[in-house]
C-alpha cells in the first residue's frame, strides 16, 4: 500500500497517493482530491447550523474512508460534541485511527455496516452525513433512523450519470424516478435526488427542508433540516410533482404524463439567506463563487433553467442576456449548473416572444 501525507484545510492526514491511484475507487482506502471544495462547503455549512442551534452537535459520518472529513469538521469548526466515524473496511478504520491522532482529535471509531450503525444509533444524532462512493440510497432509510428532530442530514451523490437520465432503468430502480434527458439534465438530476430523500424521510415521518443544494463537477450534494411530524412530513410531499417537456416548453404537473419526468422536488432548492450566509464566510474564491450564485438561484422559483440557444441565435452572452431580461419585467439569474444557463420567472413562450421581438437581441 502506497500513502502519502497530505494537507487539507486545517487537517494533516495519511491516504493513498492520487498519483498512484487515477480512479480513487482503486486504492486501498477510498480518497477523492477533487471532493476538497465539497468538504469546506460542508465544513461552512457545520459551523452555520451550529450557530443556528446554539449549541455543539453530535455528528455522524458512517461512511468515513480515511475520516478527513470529520476530523476537519473537528478542527475548523466549534460546531461539534460527539463524533462518530465509521467504515466498513479494516483498513480505513486502521488508517482512520492514524489519522485523529495524528491531528489530536478524538473521536468514536466503529468498523460496521453503515446501516447497521445508523439504526443502533437511534435518535442519537443531530448531524448525518452520507457521503459515499456512487449512491446514498442505500444508506438513506437508515440515516432517518438515527437523525434526530430537527437535525441536519447531508448527502452527496456521485452517481450523476443515473440522476441526470443517462440509466433510465437504474434511475427507476435506485430513485424511483422516470428520467429523460433534457436541456436542463443537471436541475433534474439534483431534484430527482431531493425528491428521492423526500419520500424516504416522509415514509419515516420527517420532512426536509432544504438549507443548500447543488452540482459540481460529478457529484450533487444536498443538506437539509430533517422535521419530524406525520403532518410535516404529509405536507412535504406537496412539493413532489412531474415536470411535463414539449419542446423547449416544460410546466409542473401533479400527474404522469407521457412526456413527463418525475416525480421530481419542485420545492425550494435552498434558502437564499442561508447560502447568502456562508458565502459571506466562506475565504476560499471558487467557494465564494459558488455559494453567492446559488443564494441568487434559489430566489427563482421555477423547478429548470433554460439554455441561451434554445431561444434561438443570440447575440449576447448570459450576463447581459439576464440583464436584458430584468430590464424587460422578467426576474433572471444566471446558474451555476451550466455556463450557457439562466433561471426566469418566465414561461418558454414568453422568452421567445421577448427574443424575436427584439429580434434575438
Not at 128 to 152: K, N, Y
Not at 208 to 218: C, M
Not at 286 to 294: N, V
Amino acid at each position: 500500500m502506497s500513502f502519502i501525507l497530505l494537507e487539507e484545510g486545517r487537517a494533516r492526514f495519511w491516504a493513498p497517493d492520487p498519483a498512484k491511484y487515477a480512479d480513487p475507487a482503486n486504492a486501498p482506502v477510498f480518497y477523492n482530491r477533487y471532493m476538497s471544495r465539497n468538504r469546506y462547503i460542508s465544513v461552512l455549512v457545520l459551523d452555520a447550523f451550529s450557530r443556528m442551534e446554539g449549541r455543539r452537535l453530535d455528528v455522524c459520518e458512517p461512511l468515513s474512508a480515511t475520516g478527513v472529513r470529520g476530523i476537519r469538521y473537528a478542527l475548523e469548526t466549534n460546531a461539534v460534541g460527539r463524533l462518530v466515524l465509521n467504515d466498513i473496511s479494516k483498513a480505513a478504520v486502521e488508517l482512520m485511527r492514524k489519522n485523529l491522532e495524528l491531528n489530536g482529535v478524538s473521536a468514536e471509531v466503529y468498523n460496521e455496516d453503515a446501516s447497521i450503525l445508523l439504526r443502533r444509533l437511534r435518535g442519537e444524532c443531530d448531524v448525518v452525513d452520507l457521503d459515499p462512493f456512487g449512491s446514498p440510497a442505500p444508506f438513506a432509510e437508515s440515516a432517518f433512523q438515527a437523525i434526530r428532530d430537527g437535525g441536519l442530514l447531508c448527502a452527496t451523490a456521485t452517481d450523476t450519470a443515473v440522476l441526470v437520465g443517462n440509466y433510465r432503468e437504474k434511475a427507476l430502480r435506485r430513485y424511483g424516478v422516470r428520467l429523460l434527458k433534457t436541456p436542463f439534465y443537471v436541475e433534474v438530476g439534483l431534484r430527482a435526488l431531493l425528491g428521492f430523500l423526500a419520500r424516504v424521510a416522509a415514509a419515516n415521518d420527517f420532512a426536509l427542508q432544504p438549507l443548500i443544494a447543488y452540482w459540481e463537477r460529478h457529484y450533487f450534494r444536498f443538506c437539509g433540516r430533517a422535521v419530524k411530524g406525520a403532518r410535516d412530513a404529509s405536507d412535504s410531499l406537496r412539493s413532489l410533482a412531474y415536470v411535463e417537456i414539449k419542446g423547449g416548453y416544460r410546466r409542473v404537473s401533479k400527474t404522469e404524463g407521457t412526456s413527463s419526468i418525475g416525480p421530481l422536488w419542485v420545492g425550494e432548492l435552498g434558502d437564499a439567506a442561508f447560502a447568502s450566509e456562508l458565502a459571506d464566510g466562506a475565504e476560499e474564491e471558487g467557494a465564494r463563487r459558488l455559494l453567492g450564485a446559488l443564494a441568487l438561484e434559489y430566489t427563482v422559483s421555477r423547478p429548470w433553467y433554460y439554455l441561451a440557444h434554445e431561444l434561438g441565435d443570440l447575440k449576447v452572452g448570459v450576463s447581459e442576456l439576464v440583464r436584458r431580461l430584468r430590464e424587460h419585467g422578467i426576474y433572471a439569474t444566471p446558474t451555476h449548473m451550466s455556463p450557457q444557463g439562466f433561471k426566469a420567472e418566465a414561461d418558454y413562450g414568453e422568452l421567445l416572444i421577448l427574443a424575436q421581438r427584439l429580434g434575438r437581441w
